[in-house]
């Protein structure tokens, strides 16, 4: 096996055990920073940007001042409304550090392959006996290649299955030195129309579709869509979608994800406007017709991750 760098470093911004979704038997979720898509209906707001990010709770401050003193850029102000200016903020985290309610908290750190193993190591127990192991998410785990190889090479050294959640936007290259490290890929394909891709994710779905492609003929892979109202949970959309895998190398699960608001706060403590404020969530009655579509592909259909 390759040398693994374990003071490699990244940015993670959770980390999220015994979890029975993305990827097979019980697992600790390692949700790393930075993505290049724009999604309206991210629940991770917060994983967007690299570097870590100032979260603000209104609910839980006491207005005691402590924060206003603690700023040496002038970008908290009780008096205004949000008290933080996102222009003046750097991010510093200084005003978290005796925040004595939480209200002010900064979600990302730079962590290294040693430390996020040693982390990881209180569950290896559990990975064994369920069949389970780690999943890396995010975010967009290929932004941060280089520590993901690091990761994923240090977590399979110790035997452990491992998976990622990504959407495939990235250079052929960063396709061909992460996913031989990979055991299982979720795929999350956001929408055939390219037209409805750019304008609810930023990006073209060029550059995914043809590395979902090669990254099928590198290693197992299950297709995941968020189907989103108003989107693409359309019929003939998820229908594109099944003709589309059929192409891939024996693709077996299609997931549909549906849309839900969990993340909606986030935005608000961001001091971000959220586009789907109100939106409702599917019916029954839709999500059933598309599962139809996929049963009828001749795909194993799963609801959720």
């Known amino acids: 096996m390759n ?3 374990y003071g490699a470093s990244g940015f993670v911004f959770d980390i999220q055990r015994f979890s029975v979704h993305d990827g097979p038997g019980i697992r600790t979720i390692v949700f790393l920073k930075g993505c290049p898509l724009r999604c309206a209906w991210c629940c991770n707001p917060e994983s967007q940007r690299l570097n870590p990010v100032l979260m603000y709770q209104q609910d839980k401050c006491i207005r005691c001042g402590i924060c206003v003193k603690s700023c040496s850029l002038g970008a908290i102000d009780l008096e205004t409304s949000p008290i933080v200016n996102r222009e003046l903020c750097s991010n510093c985290g200084n005003c978290t550090e005796n925040c004595p309610t939480s209200a002010l908290t ?6 290294t392959v040693l430390e996020i193993v040693e982390e990881l190591k209180k569950d290896g127990i559990t ?9 890396l998410s995010g975010g967009e785990v290929l932004v941060q290649s280089g520590f993901t190889v690091e990761l994923l090479k240090a977590c399979r050294a110790m ?3 491992t998976a990622i959640e990504t959407t495939g936007f990235a250079s052929a290259k960063t396709i061909e030195k992460v996913i031989p490290n990979v055991d299982l890929v979720l795929l999350d394909i956001k929408a055939m129309n390219d037209k409805l891709h750019q304008q609810y994710t930023g990006v073209s779905n060029e550059v995914i579709l043809r590395n979902a492609k090669r990254i099928s003929e590198l290693t197992e892979v299950a297709v ?5 109202p108003e989107v693409n ?3 003939d959309e998820v229908r594109d979608l099944c003709e589309f895998v059929k192409t891939l190398k024996d693709v077996k699960t299609i997931h549909l994800l549906p849309y839900h608001s969990y993340g909606e706060n986030k935005y608000e403590i961001m001091g971000q406007d959220y586009l789907f404020k109100n939106m409702n969530a599917l019916s029954q009655t839709v999500l059933k017709s598309l599962e139809q579509v ?3 592909a001749g795909f194993n259909c799963v609801r959720g991750g």
């Open 3 to 5: 040398e693994i760098n």
């Open 294 to 296: 996929v049963v009828e």
């Open 233 to 235: 949970a359309f019929v």
């Open 159 to 161: 035997g452990w299955h």
């Open 106 to 111: 900064l979600k990302g750190k730079k962590m």
């Open 127 to 135: 990975y064994r006996r369920s069949g389970g192991g780690i999943t």
């Open 224 to 228: 995941r869509v968020p189907v989103v």
